[in-house]
RNA sequence: GCGCCGAUGGUCUAGUGGUAUGACCCAGGCCUUCCAAGCCUGUGACCCGGGUUCGAAUCCCGGUCGGCGCACCA
């Protein structure tokens, strides 16, 4: 294991940022808790994103059943995707798909073991069934998408029958890995936030705001090269590398969240699934991916085309059709016996997972360095993300610069920034405490405090100190709590 | 899921068939006019279950968790 990854992951865990659930039990594979500082973080980009997507795209955002009933898994094909037969080998322990297999190990031709249920996905029973009807499955869901997707009749009144419109979830999501590892990047419970965009077929061509990110520059892995190449979208997209404005658009503003967040550009890139490594109900998919230091390149946002498959197919489990009535336009020349056509609308989602996210943040802002013969840990997150804004420090623990110290800690908190007070020990040491989670200023009380009413502000990332009156500091501080998506 | 290896305070560690070492952290106190200084005091651990044994944290078996390799990751 890189010393990197051990360093940070211990800092996550003794900091409470990221704890082993149910440790005193002796844990649960695939299973974390967020403590009080990685719920911070967490709720911060959470928040952040919701801006982003709300403020930012006018989406609505929707709260959907964690729990689906059958025939929702049925429809979307994770059941029977899932529900595949696997049969494993008894002497190279290899596993492999049943259907894709005949009566030996494709690999060392040994003998093959009795085809056994993997589904990924959790299955509980609603209400107190003694039998074992079908009716009564239901399964933890495995995306937030479904959700989306079985309301839309609902959401398209709401949009009052107008494409495009685009929704969004942030929610848990269950898949029971075969054997999870790596932490926090494969887990069995986590959190999704996923935006889901409905537009016509014939309009995935023309994103509305297109120029508004066309010369966002993007390091694209497309499926058909073994290179990869830099370009903007606007070229990536006359060039068709990109297939449609609408899948550019969704990955330069995916880019551009993660810019803003504090995913450093340098570690990411676009690569495109192969064709046989799409998900069942996907036409195209690029995922954003984080060079990570010890896992590699590691996928933390899919930017999906999902074509019409969900709708299509709830329509059809359903008996509700989802299409859409287009009436022949002027513009467009149709034929004028054919009154009017139904279509599927398609979705674009791009799917974030939040926990891989906070992982590439605490991995790319971990910073060791040496400062006067002793190390000095250092998180640095950007400051709208950092779980402690602020923390007030009295220069000693003495009177009356404890008192004041105080004060302006309250202040500070009547001014909606959440800052900590901290009196114990040295100066340096409780800096220490601060630039190891991360906070990124330190407000100091001392005797120049008593005189005039200034304070210094230090910053974490330079060590630097400026004083300022007291009366400056919300002001002044106010980026700690600023809004990104503009 | 399989194979190999591992598991000692919050963290990192020493160690032995007779209940455990040190450091750091943390808490309280003293000191301290800006970057983990110093001094005093204190809290705190042998992953879980079974077996062998007078006695198991130590040996054996099983489990859990973790690391690595294989497989899996819609």
Not at 276 to 292: G, K, R, V
């Amino acid at each position: 294991m890189s010393k990197k990854e051990e360093d940070v992951m211990e800092l996550a865990r003794r900091r409470g940022f990221i704890w082993a659930a149910f440790e005193i039990y002796g844990g649960a594979s695939g299973f974390f808790d967020y403590g009080p500082l990685g719920t911070a973080l967490k709720k911060k980009i959470e928040t952040l994103w919701r801006e982003f997507y709300t403020l930012g795209e006018g989406f609505y955002e929707i709260e959907t059943t964690t729990l689906g009933i059958r025939p929702i898994f049925e429809a979307s094909g994770h059941l029977e995707c899932f529900m595949d037969k696997m049969v494993e080998c008894k002497s190279c322990r290899g596993l492999f798909r049943a259907d894709h297999v005949g009566e030996r190990c494709p690999d060392c031709g040994g003998e093959l073991s009795g085809p056994q249920d993997f589904n990924l996905m959790f299955k509980t029973r609603i209400g107190a069934v003694s039998d074992d009807k079908a009716r009564s499955e239901a399964f933890l869901r495995p995306e937030t998408a479904q959700g989306m997707f079985v309301n839309f009749p609902r959401l398209l009144r709401f949009h009052r029958n107008k494409l495009p419109f685009g929704i969004i979830q942030v929610g848990r999501a269950y898949r029971n890995e075969i054997s999870p590892r790596q932490g926090i990047i494969r887990l069995r419970e986590f959190t999704l936030a996923e935006a889901e965009v409905f537009v016509l077929p014939h309009e995935k061509s023309k994103h509305p705001r297109f120029h508004e990110v066309e010369s966002v520059t993007m390091r694209l892995k497309p499926n058909y090269m073994d290179e990869e190449l830099e370009t903007t979208v606007k070229d990536a997209v006359e060039r068709k590398i990109i297939t449609h404005e609408y899948l550019g658009y969704h990955m330069a503003r995916v880019q551009q969240f993660l810019e803003k967040i504090g995913i450093p550009l340098a570690k990411l890139r676009f690569r495109q699934h192969e064709r046989d490594e799409m998900a069942h109900y996907a036409e195209d998919c690029w995922d954003a991916e984080f060079l990570s230091e010890r896992f590699g390149w590691v996928e933390i946002v899919g930017v999906a085309d999902r074509g019409d498959y969900d709708l299509r197919a709830h329509s059809l489990k359903a008996k509700a059709d989802m299409s859409i009535p287009v009436t022949a336009s002027k513009s467009e020349k149709m034929e004028e016996e054919s009154r009017s056509l139904s279509v599927f609308p398609h979705v674009i989602e791009p799917s974030y997972g939040i926990d891989r996210i906070i992982y590439a943040l605490l991995e790319s802002s971990f910073h060791k360095e040496e400062v006067r013969g002793e190390v000095r840990r250092v998180l640095r997150l950007k400051t709208h993300v950092a779980p402690v804004e602020v923390a007030v420090l009295p220069l000693l623990n003495r009177e009356p610069l404890v008192n004041k110290a105080r004060e302006v800690f309250q202040m500070l908190r009547r001014h909606r920034i959440f800052a900590e007070f901290d009196a114990s020990g040295s100066i340096g040491r409780r800096y220490r405490r601060q630039d190891e989670i991360g906070t990124p200023f330190c407000i100091t009380i001392d005797y120049e405090t008593l005189e005039n009413d200034t304070v210094t502000i230090r910053d974490r990332d330079s060590m630097k100190q400026v004083r300022v009156s007291i009366s400056e500091l919300p002001a002044k501080l106010s980026c700690v709590c600023e809004s990104i998506f503009a």
